[in-house]
């Protein structure tokens, strides 16, 4: 008996769990939406709260509900939580910038 509620209890917590956004954040306001990151070698987009941040490049952390951990550059994609494939922003000035597991393609 006690198990069945013990089990029923914890179901619930976790269709509640799985309804609530666990990157609770603030949407930006004005300016502070538009303050673009320095430094960012894959490029710029925007997280799920509305402020820019640096995309991610091979083999750096992506993913996760509405991209909130990150997203990958141009020409990479997001697997296993990593971002896999080549830069293609680092490939158009001739930098080939690969993840481990990928064979670079050039043009």
Known sequence: MYSLVFFLTAMSC???????????CQPCRGEECNVEPEGCKYGISRDPCGRMQCMAGPGQ????RDSH???CGDGMT???GKCRGCSIDMLSMGIIECDANTAPVCY
């Open 61 to 64: 952390r992506c993913g996760g």
């Open 78 to 80: 997001c697997k296993c």
């Open 14 to 24: 976790l269709v509640l769990a799985s309804s609530l956004d666990f990157y609770q």
């Open 69 to 71: 951990l990150g997203k």
